[in-house]
């Protein structure tokens, strides 16, 4: 089935210090993937869209200054977290269509990445 | 706008009994819904979809989900309950005429007892 890969599965970082995740389809190619958030025992809200060779677009309150998204090629979406304060510590997943499926296909998720800012 | 109601927050069952995980939406166009489960510290696993046809849905694992369009309902059940289907059950909505990302549930823990 198509696997989503998601890199690094947990990181700690300090405060001020910027932190990238990597999100990647491994046998199938993304025109758009989608970068959630998901507070502790609270469910996924989505951040934005990230879309192939254009600018994502960001969910109302969600700064994208903070929230760099790249999505250079159809296989690799990057979500970087600049000048990280603690509140921005959480679960942070990515999810990914098979370009080749309708829209009504399902979305295949990466495993999360849990960042903690100290 | 769309939106997902999961009104339990925990499920108890035991083992061998039916299960059934609530499910309410709200849409302006065509619903296409969906459930994942989420396991510890992982990402989520898609389970079953509904996007047109029979009201009843058969997934991954046994699960299967009953499309109400009246109650604007999509319930998740199974017949018979196992101790490794306990995890956390996230039902999606995406407006077929709309967006194309998923709005989610607020997500309901099922617990089953050996």
């Known amino acids: 089935g198509a696997v989503v890969s998601q890199h690094p599965s947990w990181v700690i970082c300090k405060s001020g210090t910027s932190v990238k995740i990597e999100c990647r389809s491994l046998d199938f190619q993304a025109t758009t993937m989608f970068w959630y958030r998901q507070f502790p025992k609270q469910s996924l809200m989505l951040m934005a869209t990230s879309n192939e060779g254009s600018k994502a677009t960001y969910e109302q309150g969600v700064e994208k200054d903070k929230f760099l998204i790249n999505h250079a090629s159809l296989t690799l979406s990057t979500l970087t977290v600049t000048s990280a304060h603690p509140e921005d510590s959480s679960f942070y997943i990515c999810?990914?269509?098979?370009?080749?499926?309708?829209?009504?296909?399902?979305?295949?998720f990466g495993n999360g990445t849990r960042l903690t800012v100290t | 706008a769309q939106s997902v109601a999961q009104p339990e927050d925990q499920v108890n069952v035991a083992e061998g009994n039916p299960l059934t995980v609530k499910c309410t939406y709200s849409?302006?166009?065509?619903?296409?819904l969906f459930w994942y489960v989420q396991y510890p510290n992982r990402g989520l696993q898609f389970l079953l979809k509904y996007i047109t046809g029979d009201n009843l849905v058969k997934g991954s694992y046994g699960f299967e989900a009953e499309f109400n369009k009246s109650q604007t309902s999509f319930h998740l059940k199974k017949p018979s309950a196992l101790v490794s289907d306990s995890a956390l059950y996230f039902c999606a909505v995406r407006d077929g005429a709309g967006r194309r990302a998923l709005t989610f549930g607020s997500g309901t823990r099922l617990q089953v007892q050996p």
């Open positions: 999810s990914a269509r098979d370009r080749g499926l309708s829209t009504n296909s399902p979305l295949h």
């Open positions: 849409v302006s166009g065509n619903p296409y």
